[in-house]
C-alpha cells in the first residue's frame, strides 16, 4: 500500500492550495500521486439534475460509476472503511496518496496548515509531523506558506526516498478493514495464490491478482 500524508486545518487555513502545490510537486519529479479529500459538508453538488448518473442515483442506485475518454468517477453511499482502506482499495497503484481532511485518521502522519495561532489542532489530534503556517511557532518541521516545494521536498524525502524498497506483495481486508500481516505471511500467501492461478494456464502474463472471498 502506498504512504499516505494528511493535510489538516481549520475551514479556510490553506491547507488545499499547500496540498495541491504538493501534488503538482510530486507529479513533476515524476511520481504517481492519488489524492483522497473528505469533507464535513452534507449536500455538495456533484452532479446535476440533467445528467444519467444523477438520474441513476435518484432512481436508488447504492453506488454509481462514470467512465469517460478521460476520466472514471464513483458516487457512493458513505462508508466506516478507514483511509487506510480507501487508499488500499481505490489507490494501490500510486506512489503516494495526498490526503486532505481526516484529520482524526489513526496512524497517518499529518501536515498541519495554521492560519491562526490560537487555533491549532495539535492537542485534538495524533501524528502531526510537520506545520505550514506565518505564524510565530518554532517546532523541528515549520515551513512558512510560499515554502510549498520545500514542504514537497520533505516529504519526498521521508516517504519516497527509496522506491525501489520492499513494497507490501500481499494486502489482507477483511470486513472492510485492513489486517496487518509479516513479510513472511504475505510471501506464504502470495505463493499460494499465485500457484492455483499458474494452474489455470492463463495465456496473459499475471502481475497482479485480486481475490475476493464471501462467506456464508
Known amino acids: ?6 493535510f489538516i486545518g481549520w475551514h479556510n487555513s490553506g491547507k488545499t492550495t499547500v496540498a495541491a502545490a504538493v501534488v503538482s510537486y510530486l507529479k513533476a519529479q515524476g511520481y504517481a500521486v492519488g489524492v483522497i479529500k473528505s469533507s464535513s459538508t452534507s449536500g455538495i453538488e456533484f452532479d446535476n439534475p440533467d445528467t444519467d448518473t444523477y438520474k441513476h442515483k435518484a432512481a436508488g442506485a447504492d453506488s454509481v460509476m ?3 475518454p478521460d476520466q472514471m468517477v464513483l458516487q457512493t453511499r458513505r462508508s466506516e472503511l478507514s483511509l487506510q482502506t480507501f487508499a488500499h482499495r481505490y489507490f494501490s497503484h500510486v506512489d503516494i496518496v495526498i490526503a486532505e481532511g481526516f484529520k482524526y485518521a489513526r496512524q497517518i502522519p499529518k501536515i498541519e496548515v495554521v492560519r491562526d495561532e490560537d487555533k491549532r489542532l495539535k492537542n485534538e489530534v495524533s501524528g502531526i509531523i510537520a506545520v505550514v503556517t506565518d505564524c510565530d511557532i518554532a517546532g523541528d518541521y515549520v515551513f512558512r506558506t510560499n515554502e510549498r516545494t520545500e514542504v514537497g521536498m520533505f516529504i519526498e524525502k521521508r516517504f519516497l526516498a527509496d522506491t525501489k524498497s520492499e513494497k507490501e506483495k500481499t494486502a489482507l481486508l477483511v470486513n472492510g478493514q485492513k489486517i496487518p500481516i509479516n513479510h513472511f505471511i504475505q510471501e506464504a500467501l502470495a505463493g499460494s495464490i ?9 495465456k ?7 481475490l475476493r472471498i464471501v462467506l456464508d
Not at 492455483?196 to 492463463?202: H, I, N, T
Open 204 to 210: 496473459e502474463h499475471v502481475s497482479n491478482i485480486e
Open 1 to 6: 500500500m502506498p504512504p499516505i500524508v494528511g
Open 194 to 202: 499465485a500457484g492455483l492461478v499458474s494452474s489455470l494456464k492463463l
Open 66 to 68: 462514470f467512465v469517460g
